[in-house]
């Protein structure tokens, strides 16, 4: 990668993430999804799509002892999300494949808990970037039902898969998770008091039996509307942001 590389704090600094300045980079959203899953100390953890292994490597610093591994089709990146592994001190294998296409070693494999963060941005609807990097992160090449599949498949029986999608994908998601997940739980996350929520993160676990769970929203910032350029999280999202905190819902698995 000849573009410009920087260094990242997350979780106060206890996580140092490297990242092109230009093209994706990974925000709060990764931190979220890696504050959903009820991971335990020991466990296998599956992340799609993992760019520069943020998620990841956020849910090790909450969760010492994982066995991370990711995969991600653009190559740069995933050099990056191995160097941020060894940085950090965990145990990150870092795979650069595509995920419709996982190499045959990883079709005999399932984990205990399967993440990811797709691309948000269906391209037959919008604009696409100049950036080739944050295009293939933010623009939805493989079918939102092509990474359910695979999470699908990847997870063990009884084990989770979490994924943070924009709120207006939900019937998406919904429709496309395959028949083999049950216990659905959505998490919104509502901006601010009064407006929608503009993001969720859906969890399933495969043999799953329990009813649908709509979880109440998680409010992220204070006030209704931005009044100055300070941080206004609330106390929760601070904690989960700033502390590496599980969201409430996290750990009723």
């Known amino acids: 990668m000849t573009e410009k590389i920087t260094e ?6 206890r996580v140092i993430i490297r990242q092109p300045t ?44 994982l066995k991370l591994t990711g995969v991600e089709l653009q190559p740069d990146y995933a050099t990056l999300a191995a160097e941020n592994g060894v940085r950090n001190g965990a145990e990150f294998e ?21 993440i990811a963060n797709p691309p948000y941005f269906n391209r037959q609807a919008g604009y696409s970037s100049h950036d080739v990097g944050r295009e293939t ?23 989770f898969v979490t994924f943070i999608h924009r709120a207006e994908r939900l019937a998406d998601i919904l429709q496309h ?16 008091i009064g407006r929608d929520a503009h993001l969720i993160i859906v969890r399933a676990r495969h043999s799953g039996r329990a009813a649908l ?7 992220m910032h204070q006030g209704a509307d931005h009044r100055s350029d300070a941080q206004d999280y609330t106390p929760d999202v601070r904690a989960i942001l700033r502390d590496g905190a599980a969201l409430p819902a996290a750990l009723r698995g």
């Open 177 to 192: 998770l395959p028949s083999a997940m049950g216990s659905v739980q959505v998490m919104p996350f509502q901006p601010r």
């Open 8 to 13: 990242n704090e997350y979780l106060s600094g």
């Open 213 to 219: 769970r709509l979880h109440a929203p998680i409010l």
């Open 22 to 65: 230009n093209g994706y980079r990974a925000g709060v959203d990764a931190v979220l999804l890696a504050a959903s899953v009820p991971a335990k100390p020991g466990q296998s953890v599956l992340e799609l799509g993992t760019g520069v292994g943020t998620a990841a490597l956020c849910l090790e610093a909450r969760i010492s002892g």
């Open 137 to 159: 992160a933010m623009g939805e090449d493989t079918p939102l039902a092509t990474w359910l599949s695979v999470a699908a498949k990847r997870v063990k029986p009884k084990g």
């Open 94 to 114: 870092v795979v650069t494949a595509d995920l419709a296409h996982l190499p045959n070693p990883f079709r005999q494999l399932r984990y205990d808990h399967v």
